[in-house]
């Protein structure tokens, strides 16, 4: 609880209207101890060796039975795609714990997103195609970079919410929690 105030009060501190701060609030009340749903389909490819999984290894990738940091990101938004580069830094800072990152990539264009990986980011690590953009849809995020970034536990239940590339204090409280684990 202490967690969700410390990242309520960190996110409020980005929030530039009146409208947005309901949102935020709203979103982390009702989120609070809820379980993420993962789309019926999908497939995780990894962008270093140029593969795309099958369903059934795509779906342990996503159902790891640890933690697991979950982000969605509009591979058609050139800004969105090129937080990758940020999040090297945070898959390194995690590298010895028993941690998954689950990057939910929704894009009209996919040779677009890696087009742009391949020239500007370097970006690596599997990433999960959401075709119909379901994971967003069926969790009901909203379009806000402080909210779509999440930590669940091995069963999908939502321990923290807030991106943790916005804020050291977010950042500090997965430390806490991934650590603590």
């Not at 947005?20 to 789309?39: V, Y």
């Not at 270093?48 to 697991?68: A, C, M, Q, T």
Request: hydrophobic share 40%; aromatic share 12%.
């Amino acid at each position: 609880m202490k967690a969700l105030i410390v990242v309520f009060i960190t996110i409020g501190i980005f929030a530039c209207t009146d409208s947005r701060t309901k949102q935020i609030r709203s979103f982390l009340k009702n989120k609070k101890g809820e379980s993420i749903c993962m789309p019926d389909s999908f497939n995780v490819k990894s962008l270093g060796e140029d593969s795309i999984f099958s369903f059934s290894v795509s779906k342990e990738f996503v159902n790891f039975p640890k933690l697991r940091i979950v982000t969605s990101i509009n591979g058609d938004c050139h800004a969105c795609v090129n937080q990758l580069k940020e999040w090297k830094s945070i898959i390194n800072k995690f590298s010895k714990r028993k941690v998954r990152f689950l990057f939910f990539v929704y894009a009209e264009n996919y040779s677009r997103f890696e087009l742009m990986n391949e020239r500007e980011i370097n970006f690596e690590y599997p990433v999960v195609y959401d075709y119909s953009n379901a994971y967003t849809l069926k969790n009901e995020i909203p379009d806000n970079y402080l909210l779509n970034t999440m930590l669940i536990d091995s069963l999908g239940k939502i321990i923290l919410v807030g991106n943790l590339l916005k804020s050291k204090e977010i950042l500090k409280l997965y430390e806490d929690a991934i650590i603590g684990k």
